[in-house]
């Protein structure tokens, strides 16, 4: 079973993604899909029900980001002072979380320059 920090990581991490993406809806993500050649015309039925919320989800993403961000670091110093014996989180979780945090400040910086 895993620990409530653990759950409190992948919340932050998935509602900071999905406030970003909320955010990026609009403007930004629009743009960068069609950038790579990948079709946007299915956000058009979500960004009109996102935009008169777009600087909350901008807070919010920011917030729950920073939060996760914050409990990523706690986790790194925490498997570097484990004990050899010890189990102290898989490095595939600290990866994976990465990799949503940096997806979501992504779309965070992109909401926030082209809204």
């Avoid at 790579?36 to 909350?56: C, E, I, K």
């Avoid at 979780?93 to 979501?104: C, D, E, F, K, S």
Wanted: aromatic content about 12%; overall charge positive.
């Amino acid at each position: 079973m895993r620990s409530l920090g653990t759950w409190w990581n992948g919340l932050a991490t998935g509602g900071g993604l999905f406030a970003a993406f909320g955010a990026a809806a609009c403007c930004a993500l629009p743009l960068a899909l069609a950038s790579v050649g990948v079709g946007s015309a299915w956000l058009g039925s979500v960004s009109p029900v996102v935009a008169p919320y777009r600087s909350p989800l901008l807070i919010l993403a920011s917030v729950l980001l920073f939060a996760a961000t914050l409990r990523l670091l706690w986790q790194f110093h925490t498997a570097r002072t484990c004990p050899a014996d010890g189990s102290c989180g898989s490095p595939t979780y600290r990866v994976l979380t990465a990799v949503g945090i940096a997806i979501g400040a992504v779309l965070l910086i992109g909401a926030f320059f082209y809204g």
